[in-house]
């Protein structure tokens, strides 16, 4: 099958074009795609699946880690169909063929015939999203490479993310000033020019390369920035990327993942942000410069209270376990929810105060199950186990001195089997 005529190679900024179809054919949607999902009780009709194969398009199919354009499709030349628009999804290519992936609402058989026009739209909004976004990402691999011999390694472009991953390491100071020199390339508002050298010239270009290129070498250069060889639509001059932002790092395979954002994704990401700083400068009660000292505050606060309840939780049991008589064998108390440090700690002083075993049970009938700590300084506590386990299915062990396990059960049912 002859190449399909890729007119978004010579014209990043080219919406909508007439093509004819060279073939269409039906296709099975995808296992587990949103297709498959309708229909099963024919609540809703399945989309079906169509896929057509064009003279020339405006869409860029998925490549290069760079998800596909969508957009619409519509015959011309059929009036009864000519309002017809229908969705492209998905766009493919193997070698040089370029296949829409086209979904009709309804199946009344192939929406078009081969050699017929149709007219195509792309979603020009997310394309030129991901226009900024990618050539924001040639800007940033193109410094790192020209500046620290770093090679890009990985890039990833959908709807969700911008992710490129480098061999090498930046600390924090040094995203900054990457970020910093990368936003001024777009103000300079240089050009991104699109070449196609000879094999000859080629070889005295230094370029970087990031996927394997099917004919032609397309070179795309930012001067003084980067020259790469990409198949993708880019913008035109770097103005149009509008704000680059570093929006994550991660350590990640001996090198780095940089989550991006560029153009109007960077400025929705950074009003978001800024509502959730003014949301905690708000409830912190600080200046925004100053939330992080709020946090920490707010945080040695929690922390103090927290040591306080303990503190409180073990006086609480301690005076309890004042009002048990001292020659009784064996105590068992119920207490609440208890810090898990505290109770070991109330059970270990009981021991002191008493022979036989001590235990004490955190937890409510409310949520039907405790928690225990069960010790002695003369008997074998697992012996309580044993009857906790072959009682009431209690989970836990430990050393004759001190076991631990939880048990499900109310209070009362846990006194009747306890020695
Ligand atoms: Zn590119």
């Known amino acids: 099958m002859t190449e399909t005529d890729r007119l978004y190679d010579k014209n990043a900024y080219l919406t909508s074009c007439t093509a004819a179809v060279i073939s269409i054919r039906r296709i099975e949607a995808p296992e587990g795609g949103a297709a498959d999902s309708a229909d099963k009780n024919g609540r809703e009709a399945t989309p079906a699946l169509y896929e057509a194969v064009l003279d020339r398009t405006v869409f860029f199919p998925e490549a290069g880690g760079q998800s596909s354009d969508t957009g619409w499709i519509c015959a011309i030349d059929r009036p009864d169909r000519k309002k017809e628009l229908l969705a492209v999804t998905d766009v493919q290519i193997k070698d040089g063929v370029i296949r829409h992936i086209l979904s009709c609402s309804a199946d009344s058989g192939a ?3 081969a050699g017929e026009p149709v007219s195509l739209q792309i979603n020009w909004e997310r394309r030129f999203g991901f226009m900024q976004n990618h050539t924001g990402e040639h800007i ?12 890009n390694i990985g890039f990833h472009l959908s709807d969700n993310s911008v992710t490129l991953d480098v061999n090498g390491q930046l600390n924090d100071e040094e995203i900054l000033v990457l970020e910093w020199e990368a936003n001024e390339v777009i ?11 000879t094999d000859e010239e080629l070889e005295k270009i230094s370029y970087r390369s990031k996927i394997e290129i099917e004919g032609q070498t397309r070179l795309v250069r930012i001067p003084d920035t980067d020259i790469c060889a990409c198949c993708a639509p880019h913008v035109s001059r770097t103005g149009e990327i509008g704000l680059i932002k570093i929006v994550k790092v991660l350590r990640y395979n001996g090198g780095m993942r940089l989550f991006i954002a560029c153009g109007r994704r960077a400025l929705a990401l950074m009003q978001k942000r800024q509502r959730w700083i003014e949301e905690v400068s708000h409830l912190t009660n600080r200046s925004q410069d100053e939330i992080g000292d709020g946090v920490k505050h707010l945080l040695g606060e929690i922390g103090d209270l927290k040591q306080k309840n303990r503190d409180l939780e073990y006086e609480a049991a301690f005076l309890r376990l004042k009002t048990v008589p001292r020659d009784r064998e064996n105590v068992f108390l119920f207490v609440g929810n208890m810090d898990p440090i505290v109770h070991r700690n109330l059970v270990n002083r009981m021991c002191e105060e008493h022979e036989g075993f001590c235990g004490a049970f955190a937890g409510s009938d409310e949520e039907g199950r405790y928690r225990y700590y069960i010790a002695s300084r003369t008997k074998d506590s697992r012996e309580v186990q044993k009857i906790l386990t072959n009682k009431l299915g209690a989970k836990g062990g430990g050393k004759p001195e001190m ?7 109310t209070q009362s049912a846990i006194s009747a089997v306890l020695p």
């Not at 103000?187 to 050298?197: D, H």
Request: net charge positive; aromatic share 12%; no cysteine.
């Open 111 to 113: 929406p078009f015939r």
């Open 140 to 151: 940033l691999s193109g410094l790192m490479h020209r500046r620290l011999g770093f090679d």
């Open 187 to 197: 103000y300079r508002n240089l050009p991104v020019e699109v070449s196609y050298p």
């Open 403 to 409: 076991i631990q396990g939880s048990v499900t059960g």
